[in-house]
């Protein structure tokens, strides 16, 4: 898909002047790459893989996540303040203590990097137990109580039911799911019966840049549908700076586009014009 904008009706918001400005946005990803489409927004890097100070991405994952959000002439946030965390290798794998000893880094410093919005496109790994699982749906929560809103990636383990991966099940984040079934976007309800995904983007062949300046690629699943829910809150958040976490899914369950076919698993599809108008 190239038209990313036009697919989640994000029209009326440009001529009202908005573009993510001023909200930070924290990505924790396989990294991210210097691209010309991105370069004035990456604010701030964090390897928790390799300890390098200088951005990369040896992957393409996260530039992917990341231009959906910030890119210059397609992103849904194009001034969005992103601070990117890498913690995942060249192969798009991470384990449990990674992630966990990010979560309690941004826990300490999203006050200070004016982190509005944690962008999680990634699914939870396998190999971790209960334990690891349990400490990742809590940390997640406890940044949702303190304000940050979190968007996490419902998986593509779908379409059958209760297939939604960690953290996507927690009750209180915002999941985002695939609004096209070519993706095999997990679906749910979470293990207490609650309605997961909340909220659908597209996520079959979608656009965006890649790890080598200059170029672009092509990918498919829920971890393209989630940035571009996270850039319509941005929007949100920077006409009406303060909204709640809980106020902001509020809104997506009122501006969400429904359709019989989506319906039966989601709230619907994401209206960027209708979320930013209710803001």
């Known amino acids: ?26 990505i924790l990803d396989t990294g991210v790459c210097m691209h010309k489409e991105i ?10 893989i390799n300890n390098r100070e200088k951005n ?3 992957n393409g994952h996260g530039s992917h996540v990341v231009g959906l959000i910030a890119a210059d002439s397609f992103g849904i946030a194009p001034n969005a303040s992103l601070i990117v965390l890498k913690v995942l290798d ?8 990674d992630i966990i000893k990010c979560l309690n880094w941004v826990l300490k410093e999203y006050k200070e990097l004016n982190i509005r919005i944690l962008n999680f496109s990634i699914g939870f790994t396998s190999g971790a137990g209960f334990y690891e699982q ?10 949702w109580d303190c304000g940050v809103v979190v968007v996490a990636a419902a998986g593509n383990d779908g379409p059958d039911s209760f297939t939604i991966t960690v953290p996507g099940i927690s009750r209180k984040i915002i999941t985002v799911g695939s609004s096209d079934d070519r993706s095999f976007g997990s679906r749910g309800p979470n293990r207490c019966c609650i309605l997961k995904p909340e909220v659908l983007a597209p996520g079959y062949n979608i656009r965006s840049i890649s790890n080598l300046p200059e170029r672009y690629a092509y990918k498919t699943g829920t971890s393209m549908s989630t940035p571009i829910v996270s ?33 039966l698993y989601s709230w619907g599809i994401l209206n960027t014009d209708a979320l930013v108008a209710l803001a």
């Open 231 to 263: 850039g319509a809150i941005s929007l949100a958040l920077e006409k009406n700076n303060n909204l709640r976490p809980e106020e902001i899914k509020l809104l997506l369950y009122d501006s969400c586009e429904r359709k019989r076919e989506n319906m």
């Open 1 to 26: 898909m190239e038209n990313i904008r036009e697919s989640v009706n994000a029209n009326n918001v440009y001529k009202m002047g908005l573009s993510g400005k001023g909200i930070g946005i924290a």
């Open 134 to 143: 349990k400490t990742i749906l809590d940390l997640v929560e406890k940044l």
């Open 39 to 48: 370069e004035k927004n990456v604010t701030y890097f964090k390897d928790f």
């Open 56 to 58: 990369y991405d040896d």
């Open 90 to 97: 060249e192969n798009g794998r991470g384990n449990s203590e």
